[in-house]
């Protein structure tokens, strides 16, 4: 009996090794492509440089930090705005240099490092049809707003993610900022990928887009002009936990290096060959590393 | 009016809901939470019922002709054949029918009531199929023997007599639709999946139930109001719930 009994905890014991032992990483990502990418991509380049890479993705961003705070993730990419306004709730206005420096050294204190920011900014963004909007004479979100009000506009209808819709620095904040107190039934939330369709396919005149997606130049979509710079910088960057780093001491380095590739124009590329053309995102990744010399 | 006998099945539910219940409102802070939505919750529960009253007076509207046509004699031999089709219909999984309608008819309401549709129609057939079936053959006989053609045997015998297994499938068809109608919001449909879907995604446990136990209590509605009607429509003499 005892024989059993230590033998199973010997297995639990295997089972429930964290993944902080060296050379074992696990890469988290989110749910929608640019994500996907990054979390491929970043998995495909650790792999190849000799680690032994566990890969996660698909989760919504408050999963995901809380599994990284847990040690169940050691790295993934995130956004400087979001690492600062959703996890960390401060919500005044400060430069992208400033929202940097200021998410880095708070996150620093439960464990997380945010490495070389990258130069993609892959912001929240309004978006109409080009047509569209021109025919109404939209340029902005202010004139997206005062539309909305008009008797023309009253019966629109707004695209939005769930995330979006929920976040501190989310709807709420941006109706806030534009003194615009949007009426429920204008609203129509659904998951990130079909805002982009519901949109193309006047299912909606407005929606919520990621700066950095393909889709957005590939429908030839507006983006409205935040006049009142009201969204922050979200500079996609990796965050990884300490532990991690001091169990290998390589790999800040060999992170930054991907980061550096990283701009809004090689990322919305990245993007729209997965949801323009279709490729699949692992093809697209191993690609991008190929030419890059990291794989 | 003697008193409704609802259905062991649906005093088990009740009992196991508001137990539910009672765990949930001990759960901090939870009652705050509920109103917090409670403007979400009217506003997404009002157009859940909607989808679900569309998607299923379509598919009453197909069900019940089509269980008719094919307990006609002279459809007996076709009729297998069609149920087995519709039943392989039943196999194919909810979500796969939600993504199919998707692919041809965009993202939205529109192909969310036909999924919806799709995915009820086959009890609704089957019960008018069966329960005309089943209409005791003596009788058909006695309505042939007094003269009524055809059709008058159908509305005046065949069609009260199968009546409450009729309305039994349209209860299931409900009951489903009502639970199914969360799916909807994978394709854009607007329903209380949002609350759910989001709270997953948010790992947001206050929103998710806000989300999923109105659904819940939708459909034990439904399925209440159904059994009034039920109890309304079916004829005193075959209704096996007033005697």
Same mark, same amino acid.
């Given at each position: ?21 060296? =050379? ?6 989110? &749910? ?27 989760? @919504?961003?408050?999963? /995901? ?5 847990? &040690? ?64 109404? @004479? ?14 023309? &506009? ?39 990928? /079909? ?62 290096? /991907? ?37 | ?106 993202? =939205? ?37 007094? @003269? ?62 806000? @989300? ?24 005193? &003499? ?6």
């Amino acid at each position: 009996m005892k024989r059993v009994i230590a033998l199973l905890a010997t297995v639990v014991m295997m089972v429930s090794v964290s993944a902080q032992a060296a =050379g074992k990483l696990v890469v988290g990502g989110k &749910g929608y492509t640019e994500q996907l990418i990054m979390s491929s991509m970043t998995a495909q380049y650790l792999a190849g440089l000799g680690y032994d890479v566990d890969q996660r993705d698909g989760m @919504g961003s408050t999963v /995901l930090r809380t599994a990284q705070l847990n &040690g169940q993730i050691d790295l993934y990419w995130e956004y400087t705005g979001t690492g600062l306004v959703t996890f960390n709730k401060v919500v005044e206005k400060l430069t992208p240099e400033e929202t940097y420096l200021r998410v880095k050294a708070l996150d620093e204190k439960v464990g997380l490092i945010w490495l070389n920011p990258s130069q993609a900014n892959n912001t929240y963004a309004l978006a109409m049809r080009k047509d569209f909007a021109k025919e109404k @004479g939209i340029e902005s979100i202010t004139d997206m707003m005062d539309w909305l009000q008009s008797e023309d &506009g009253k019966d629109a209808q707004m695209a939005s993610n769930v995330e979006f819709s929920a976040r501190p620095d989310g709807l709420k904040s941006l109706l806030e900022a534009y003194e615009f107190d949007m009426p429920r039934r204008n609203l129509r939330k659904m998951n990130s990928g /079909l805002v982009y369709q519901a949109l193309a396919q006047e299912v909606v005149d407005v929606t919520m887009v990621f700066a950095t997606d393909g889709r957005v130049k590939a429908f030839g979509f507006y983006v409205l002009k935040d006049d009142r710079q009201h969204f922050p910088n979200y500079a996609l960057t990796p965050v990884v936990r300490t532990d991690a780093l001091d169990t290998n001491p390589e790999l800040a380095n060999q992170l930054n290096k /991907l980061s550096a590739l990283m701009n809004d124009e090689t990322m919305s590329t990245l993007n729209a060959l997965v949801d323009v053309d279709g490729l699949s995102i692992e093809r697209v990744s191993r690609q991008f590393l190929e030419q890059n010399g990291l794989l | 009016m003697k008193s409704i006998n609802l259905s062991p099945y649906f005093n088990a539910l009740l009992l196991v809901t508001v137990f539910l219940l009672g765990i949930w409102v001990q759960s901090s802070g939870f009652v705050e939470q509920f109103v917090y939505y409670w403007d979400e919750i009217l506003y997404l529960s009002g157009h859940h019922i909607k989808l679900t009253l569309i998607s299923g007076s379509i598919a009453i509207l197909i069900g019940v002709p089509v269980g008719i046509i094919l307990s006609r004699p002279s459809c007996r031999k076709a009729a297998d054949v069609v149920m087995q089709i519709f039943n392989i219909g039943t196999t194919v999984p909810t979500l796969a029918v939600l993504a199919l309608s998707m692919s041809f008819l965009g993202i =939205g309401d529109k192909p969310a009531i036909f999924a919806l549709a799709f995915a009820s129609v086959l009890p609704i057939l089957r019960n008018t199929y069966t329960g005309l079936l089943s209409v005791p053959a003596h009788l058909k006989e006695a309505a042939t023997g007094i @003269g009524l053609t055809p059709i008058q045997q159908l509305v005046k015998v065949e069609l009260p007599n199968a009546m409450y297994v009729i309305m039994a499938g349209i209860r299931t068809a409900f009951a489903i639709n009502i639970g199914t109608v969360p799916l909807a919001f994978q394709i854009g449909g607007t329903g209380l999946g949002e609350l759910i879907f989001a709270g997953i995604d948010l790992y947001d446990t206050p929103m998710m139930l806000a @989300g999923a136990i109105p659904t819940a209590v939708l459909a034990l509605i439904m399925d209440m109001v159904l059994g009034v009607v039920t109890f309304l429509i079916v004829s005193k &003499g075959v209704n096996p719930n007033r005697k």
